[in-house]
């Protein structure tokens, strides 16, 4: 996560990707009324960010089963094209393997897409947060800089790439998974509840922005879910703790009123929904996957 010197925050807007002016403060035109018939009758081109595990992955086999045409991107190849055909819809499933993290990388995910389908109508921004710690431990210039380069900035770098396309066609779906540490602070997350949260504010931001075009911005925000970075983070707190692994996940359950984790399935389920020509009137939404967990109103 270190990137010493802070050298991140310190590069120009045009190596680090800066966000361009057409993300300022005055709402884009509304553009003209198309028939919903017209729409639906259009295939739906969808990005999958983290596509090859967990929610990304589950959120990817959703919408191909649901005939959109799904481009999966994470690291590994390997995983993705196990997802492409784990989803029996091969010829649909267009794998991307690289490093959201990455200005380069983003270009040129957003470039190969436009020029082999010439439209993005589904975004879902899925990428993992900065490593847990108290804020007594966080290097301000170093730690909060790489924080932002790791989750925010990729999100809104790829939400301000595939925007125009959105708008032309008087279509868009972006759906930023982000957690509810930004929404009721967790001990010991600090970096993550302070980009999360800054995730959250700029959708509400840019659900007003892009409505008008038929656009929808949401968040989405997971709670305890069963993936594998959920089996690591158990293996970890009960080497680190001395716990048995069963008295961990007891822990963990006890402030989830429904008395279990989330399935990745349940979270994709809520996902593919927002993805959706019905969820044409929702937008600008903060919607938790969690069993009840949050406490907050």
């Not at 739906?44 to 005939?67: K, M, P, Q």
């Not at 790829?158 to 967790?186: D, K, Y």
């Not at 700029?202 to 929808?216: D, P």
């Amino acid at each position: 996560m270190r990137e010493p010197g802070g050298a991140r925050c310190r590069e120009s807007a045009r190596e680090r990707g800066a966000l361009p002016q057409h993300l300022h403060s005055a709402p884009v035109p509304p553009g003209p009324q198309v028939d919903d018939r017209q729409r639906s009758a259009v295939p739906r081109v969808a990005i999958v960010l983290g596509a090859g595990s967990g929610i990304g992955r589950a959120t990817a086999l959703r919408l191909l089963s649901g005939a959109y045409t799904t481009v999966l991107s994470a690291r590994g190849r390997d995983a993705l094209e196990k997802v492409a055909k784990e989803s029996g819809d091969e010829q649909n499933a267009y794998v991307v393997p690289g490093d959201i993290t990455s200005p380069e990388f983003r270009a040129e995910l957003v470039e190969k897409v436009a020029r082999r389908f010439g439209r993005v109508d589904v975004l879902v921004n899925n990428g993992p947060g900065p490593a847990p710690g108290p804020f007594d431990g966080v290097r301000v210039n170093d730690d909060v800089c790489a924080a932002m380069h790791q989750k925010l900035v990729p999100y809104l770098d790829l939400i301000r790439s595939v925007a125009p396309m959105m708008t032309r066609n008087e279509f868009g779906r972006i759906i930023n998974v982000v957690g509810n540490i930004g929404r009721e602070p967790l001990p010991g997350m600090f970096l993550s509840g302070l980009v999360n949260a800054a995730m959250s504010n700029a959708s509400k931001y840019l659900a007003g922005q892009y409505a008008g075009h038929n656009v929808t911005v949401n968040c989405v925000h997971p709670g305890t879910i069963r993936t594998p970075r959920y089996d690591q983070a158990v293996h970890h707190l009960s080497r680190d703790g001395g716990v048995p692994r069963p008295e961990v996940e007891d822990r963990l359950v006890r402030a989830i009123p429904m008395n279990r984790p989330g399935q990745a399935d349940e979270v994709a389920a809520l996902i593919g929904f927002l993805a959706s020509d019905e969820a044409s009137y929702i937008t600008g939404q903060q919607i938790s996957a969690d069993g009840g967990q949050l406490k907050s109103v």
